[in-house]
């Protein structure tokens, strides 16, 4: 999860202000939290408060529900996007893994590379090229 991520998913606000921000009524947040569309945190006076991930989620649901879009039918949205998103992760992940592996591979060369311009006398400046080793 990254900077932006976790600052996303701060609880920040109180269920009067998502009212404002949303135009929905506290029963209808209520409602899409018992249905754990969202899952706001709580105080500890348990006073409900929402990251801006849950604000975009319930203008989300709220998007859908004029489109006339029933519970069932946005539930199995939500759904699917957290599986994307998981299935996202996990393909970041791997790309960073192969990443990592493409960068070694790419110093190897690079060094095989100087070696070869030093023996050969071809006119590399190796000072420059020093950074790419560590």
Known sequence: MGGSEIRR????FSIGIVMQLTDLTARQIRYYEEHELISPAR???NKRLFSLNDIDKLLEIKDLIDQGVNMA???????VKQEADMSAAEKKQAEKTRRDLS???????LRKELLQAGRFNRSTDRGDMSRFFH
């Open 43 to 45: 105080t500890e006076g």
């Open 9 to 12: 998913n701060m609880p920040l």
């Open 73 to 79: 039918g946005i539930k199995k949205i939500f759904n």
């Open 103 to 109: 960068d070694a591979d790419l110093r190897k060369l």
